[in-house]
């Protein structure tokens, strides 16, 4: 075969999978995603039965246990808002009141209730700002 | 001591400041006396740097809270051990250490090429001690680790107790060195395009430096993964996270790049792709730091937000810029001297191989970034976890494993059917053997994947073994030598090609590890009270007692569990989950204040070859709550009700922190007198051994790779090189700059 012809079909080939891969990633990425909220976003938008990630800080003093149960508010970042969450499932070791989390929640009812083991806390290990009591 | 730090980091500023402007000065007239002047500066730096850092080690060692770094990382009950890897969990401290790694690698690359390429090396000093500037001016601006109060506490807060593991004393340093070696190909391949010198020599010198950053940046990452799978009690080892994929971009560029520079220099081919490789190597390395530091994506890492982003992105966009535009104006010189003569060939599996590993970059950067640049397109942030790497990882990480295994035995430039017969048959046998047994003998059909992951893994291994054996062979015909003997002259007399090989052999271990952990693992969520049992996999985990401990520094709840299959005692686990005080949580009373601090787990942990069982408790506490509730009220009215002066007595004091810490003792201590049912996570999972096994195995074949040739061999290799490939012709650097 003419190698120009050879290099051409080479080229187009690795162009498809190349589309291909990017476009089953694009897909994979919007359908897949999950919306990630903060507290004041939650409480204003969250639909009954519907999951959402919610980002934020554990509120100091808002940590209770109910049996296996975990109880605790996150804080919005910006605004004096707070959501109560009702979490069963592995805790991460660096959970921690004034800690970064994200954790996946259903809103049933007036409280919303986290995913099983669906709850990862930032890691205080290193370059966390000052971080201060509300 | 905090004065001398800060005027050691001023005056590398200043030092940095003089070898940019002497190198380019240099570089730009020739005179290598200014060259020269420029590369000394480059060790002026590493010395300045290494004083910097004694001052900075010497403060933690000596607890000195004057320092504000030490104050919030260290404490006089921090181990020593600990107290010298304090310093980089903090921001400060850390880049404090990138310069000091980054001037101790440019001054080790600039010495040893004093002599030669005489061109590119002063470009290459102006970016080394550019990148030393950038972040020697955060510690100066932005994050001195040498500042200081005036009002010392008489305490440190003392280091993250889920740092006190021996893996974080060299899981950084391992990552920062990847990081910074990834700067001189970098620096090297901007001197080699202003310059237009692109022939080999360039290549040829900091092809080591690039695998030595891919040595420490893989240690550093499989460090990392150890140290999630036995401190995090979650069980994992690898978690998709954000400053995970930091690490793993890079580190998958350099694969790519320690790959392609082979085809480069047997055949002169892509020598496009092998810059821009070099280029977003170490590009992707500062965005790792970026996302390290800036905490602009959510991680279980969090390194929290910090003013550093922005000046990070200036970087990042100065290095992409300035990098599309030295190989779009260089790329009439970097054109291939050599075509694909066919797909069956060596050069083109390696190019399939780079292809998948950039294809795997680019969807670990998508995913990563994904929250990004969906709130960037649609205004909210979407976020997509791990699960979403699964479709693309899992079936590019396969082609990669059967690439492994068939580029050591295809041969250059076209493959004929009797290299195919010759050199294939023994391994798709092994591979079609393995398959076969599995499918008949064991559960692995259930899962596609991990069956085909076992089925290639053992071709792979298969191919190195017969690669290594019919070496030895041929050695031993020549020189009779006893096998042993032969097998270490093969692998002294090629380092780089046999040591490769094992790292193959490596991979193909690791990945059977992740496959069969993955694919197999069997975990139970469980809350047990003593004496009752729950049963994972086959193994009957019983709950025999409960362990409590209180001290000054935390409480912990523990169980004994003994392990039992088929009837027969496996082993006896013990776990325990302590709490350390939150001092700066004010909700909390005197007593609450021991229960409700940080966590860290103690993993009961029994590992081996076929499979590791794996163990840690989640005490609750409720039961306690009460008391604790109690405790905090008694506790309040007694020291409201002291005087000033009963406040202020030592002896008053001393005795109302002996009765706190015997309150607390004794709350401690019903989780064994009173003991209620408990939370344990039991985890079940296969071939884990084999991730740590692979691992030590990568960086054993890495170590023989990079081990230095002989000079005897180095300069007959090189003179082999030169008859075999003409170099680009030179151009003086004043013309080109």
Known sequence: MDPSRKRAIRLTVALTAALLLASALIWTSFSAGQEELTASQLLKNA?????????????????????????????DPKLRVSVRVRYTGAVPDPFAPGRGVLVTVQKQGGTFIGEQNSLTTKCPSKYQAEASPS | MALIGRALLILALLVIVYGIATSLYGARTGRAEWVASGRRSVYTLAGLMVGAFAILEIAFLRSDFAFNVVANTSSTTTPTFYKLAAPWSSQQGSLLLWVLLLSLWSSLILFLTRHRVREIAPYATAVLLGFAGFFASLAVFYANPFATSANPPPQGAGLDPLLLHPSMMIHPPMLYSGYTLLTVPFAFAVGALITGRLGNEWLMIVRRFALAAWLFLGIGILLGARWSYTELGWGGYWAWDPVENAALMPWLCATAFIHSIMIQEKRGMLKIWNASLVLASATLAILGTFLVRSGILDSIHAFGASTLGVPFVVLIGVMVISSIGLVIWRRPQLQSEAQLDSLLSREAIFLLQNLVLVAMVFVIFWITFFPLISEALTGTKVSVGPPAFRPFIVPLALVLVLLSGIGPLIAWRRVTASNLRRNFTFPVLVGVATCATLLLASDANARPFALIMFSLGAFVIASVVQELWRGTSARRATTHDPLPIAFGGLIRRNRRRYGGYIVHAGLAVLLIGVAGSSSFQHSNNVTLAPGQRA????????YVRPTAQASAAKVTFGAVLSVSKGGRHVTTLTTARSFYPAPDDPTLGPI?????????????????LTRDIWTVVNPDLTPLQGLITDGDRKFLQLMTSLTPAQASSPTVVNWVRDERAQAITELTDRFVTHPWPVSFLLIVSPLVTWIWLGAII?????????????????????SRSASRRPTAPAVPARETA
Request: without cysteine; hydrophobic residues 45%; charged residues 15%.
């Open chain 2, 592 to 608: 609450s204040d021991a229960f409700n601090g940080q966590a860290d787990s103690q993993v009961g942990l029994q590992a081996g």
């Open chain 2, 535 to 542: 049963t994972v996999d086959g193994y009957a985990i019983s």
């Open chain 1, 47 to 75: 639909k009954p039965g519907q999951s959402y990630i919610l980002a934020g800080t554990v509120l100091y003093g808002s940590v209770q246990h109910e049996g296996d149960a975990l109880l605790f508010s996150v804080r």
């Open chain 2, 698 to 718: 990568i960086a054993g074949g890495g170590l023989i790779a990079l081990w230095p040739v002989p000079a005897v061999a180095r300069r007959r290799a090189a």
